[in-house]
């Protein structure tokens, strides 16, 4: 790709605050031209990436603002602390035998 053209690419990106896509482009053309990928199949793991990031960041955002004392996860849960709680519930199963 020339350079004229990645700069103007570029700045379109920012404008348009795409920046995950804006990280990306130059190496994704270039491998997507090697393992012969469609423009549409292209621009479609771009958009991808760069929606997985807005839901990241969403996430982040919201969790920060909730204002949670600790974030845990399940594999934090000390399921011998307390023994009543149905280590299923981690899978899900537990909601399928309430049903």
């Not at 995950?20 to 482009?25: E, R």
């Not at 990241?56 to 969790?63: A, F």
């Not at 000390?78 to 023994?83: E, H, I, K, L």
């Amino acid at each position: 790709m020339t350079t004229l053209l990645l700069e103007q690419v570029h700045q379109q990106l920012i404008q348009l605050k795409l920046m995950t896509m804006d990280a990306l482009p130059e190496p994704t053309f270039e491998s997507a031209m090697k393992e012969n990928l469609s423009p549409l199949e292209t621009i479609g793991y771009l958009i991808e990436q760069e929606w997985k990031e807005k839901v990241s960041s969403t996430i982040r955002t919201r969790t920060k603002n909730a204002g949670f004392p600790l974030i845990k996860k399940i594999n934090d849960f000390d399921f011998t602390f307390q023994p009543s709680i149905d280590k299923d519930c981690n899978t899900g199963s537990c909601y399928a035998k309430i049903c």
